[in-house]
Each structure stands twice: as structure tokens, then as C-alpha cells.
């Protein structure tokens, strides 16, 4: 790709000579015409640069999540939204927990790296709640 960049820029450098000593060499006529369809083009070519760049944006926006995202879009919640991630121990959110196997905590499945949580474009009537990487016990109450 970098090399692409040097290539396109050379080739675009050398062209902005070739025009530049092309108009001083001919009459004022003549250099006006050329300069109005040189700009023309290139306007042309800037537009359509544009337009491919926000279909890119487009895309972007709207790209399903990657591996390991959790994303909450476009939601009308009448209560509260809790996103939960790698938890060990129990979680209690507001209701009340089944009973607790003794022993030792089980451990969370171990991963590579860790996606985005995403909470965007949301209406709700409660709480948001975005939790990560618990270990022991988290009661919210609520």
C-alpha cells in the first residue's frame, strides 16, 4: 500500500510538471482552455473520491461487531440495559441468585483480547449498566 502512495505520487507530481511547462510554453489562449478542462477533471476525480469515501464511512458504521464486541444499537428499553463480559463469579443484578455450588470460583475462559463494549443510539427508561472482567461478586440490587 506505501508503495502505492510513492507511485501514485510521483506520477502525479510529474504530471503537475509536464502541465506547468506545457502552459508556459504556449500562448495565453490556448494555456487557459488546457487549465479549465485540467481543473475540470480533477474536480471530477475529487468528487468522486468523496463520494467513495463516504459510502466507506457508510460501511463502517453499520460493519456487524468483531469477535469478542458486544454492541446494544438502536434500542427503546423500558427498563434498564446491563452489557456483561468476562465474569468469573456470580453477577446479581436485581434477582435474587441460585444457590452457590461450593468450591473454588470457576475461572473465565481465557481470550486473546478483549472487543468493545458498545452501548449507542439508546433510549431507556432505567439504568445502563456496562460490566468487565469480574471476579468475586457484584449484587447491583436495583
Known sequence: MRKL???SAIVAG???VAVGVYLAVTDLDRADKVASVTGAIIS???LGASGYGLVLARRAESAPATDGDQTVERVDARSGI???DDVAGSVRLGATPPPRPSGAAP????????GEQVVRDVRTGGHVRLIRGVGGDVDSGS
Open 44 to 46: 471530477l476525480v475529487g
Open 82 to 84: 446491563d452489557v456483561v
Open 107 to 114: 475461572r473465565p475462559p481465557e481470550r486473546a483480547a478483549r
Open 14 to 16: 510529474t504530471a503537475m
Open 5 to 7: 502512495l510513492w507511485i
